[in-house]
């Protein structure tokens, strides 16, 4: 069984930044996946970020790409959603997911959310305009 405790939301202004942290409360793997999603109302939740633990292989939806930097801690099995230049449409609830499966290098990517077992509960980032 995999815990995982996110942190680090908030209430943000367009152009600002925040970082989220997701702490695992088992030891990842190299062939382990962090992946972070985002919900907003009314929304289907979606891919934001992902990272290979074996690495730091990283992989990012179009929307965030050059703004967004996803990175793991090892030693604190924890991921982090660094988040700049952030926009309203960027409001939603985060959530951090992993996959222990044990992935390949070469198909080590999930983005769809039912490919994902263990989830964090989430934490509210609100950007204002």
């Known amino acids: 069984q995999v815990q995982l405790v996110e942190s680090g939301g908030g209430l943000v202004q367009a152009g600002g930044s925040l970082r989220l942290s997701c702490a695992a409360s088992v030891r990842l793997f190299a062939n382990n996946t962090m992946t972070w999603f985002r919900q907003a109302p009314g929304k289907e939740r979606v891919f934001v970020a992902s990272?290979?633990?074996?690495?730091?292989?990283?992989y990012y939806a179009d929307s965030v790409k050059g703004r967004f930097t996803i990175s793991g801690d090892n030693a604190k099995n924890t991921v982090y959603l660094q988040m700049n230049n952030m926009k309203p449409e960027d409001t939603a609830v985060y959530y951090c997911a992993a996959d222990v499966a044990g992935r390949p290098t070469y198909d080590w990517v999930r983005i769809r959310g039912h490919e994902y077992k263990y989830w964090g509960q989430g934490t509210q980032v609100t950007v204002s305009s």
């Open positions: 990272i290979y633990w074996s690495g730091g292989r990283t």
